[in-house]
C-alpha cells in the first residue's frame, strides 16, 4: 500500500518561506496527477498547487507567484516551495496523489504550517 508522507511545516513569520516535502512510499512516478492542499482551523480543505503526468502545474490564484511546486520521480519527493508567507496561509498542508496501480487517490497526513510574528 503506498503512503505519503509529509514534512518541513514549522513556525515562520510573515514574509518567510518554507520547503514542504512529501515522501512516497512507492515509485512517485506511478502517479498520474500530484498536489498540495491547505486546511485552516474552522474552513473547509482547499487545493492549493498540482503537477500533472505530464509536469504542467497549476496554482490557486491566492498562492500564485508565491508558492512553487515540483516533483523528484529519481528520489520519490513532491515539494512545495513557499515565499512571502501570509498569516493566511497557516493552515495544515495536505500532500494527494491519484496512484494508477490502484487506481486510488491517497493523501498524506498533512503538515502544519504557522505564520505569525
Known amino acids: 500500500q503506498v503512503r505519503l508522507v509529509e514534512s518541513g511545516g514549522g513556525l515562520v513569520q510573515p514574509g518567510g518561506s518554507l520547503r514542504l516535502s512529501c515522501a512516497a512510499s512507492g515509485s512517485i512516478a506511478s502517479f498520474a496527477s500530484m498536489g498540495w492542499f491547505r486546511q485552516a482551523p474552522g474552513k473547509e480543505r482547499e487545493w492549493v498547487a498540482g503537477?500533472?503526468?505530464?509536469?504542467?502545474?497549476d496554482y490557486a490564484d491566492s498562492v500564485k507567484g508565491r508558492f512553487t511546486i515540483s516533483k523528484d520521480n529519481a528520489n520519490g519527493y513532491l515539494y512545495l516551495q513557499v515565499h512571502s508567507l501570509k498569516p493566511e496561509d497557516t493552515a495544515v498542508y495536505y500532500c494527494n496523489g491519484y496512484y494508477v496501480p490502484s487506481s486510488a487517490t491517497v493523501w498524506g497526513q498533512g503538515t502544519q504550517v504557522t505564520v505569525s510574528s
Open positions: 503537477v500533472r503526468a505530464g509536469g504542467r502545474t
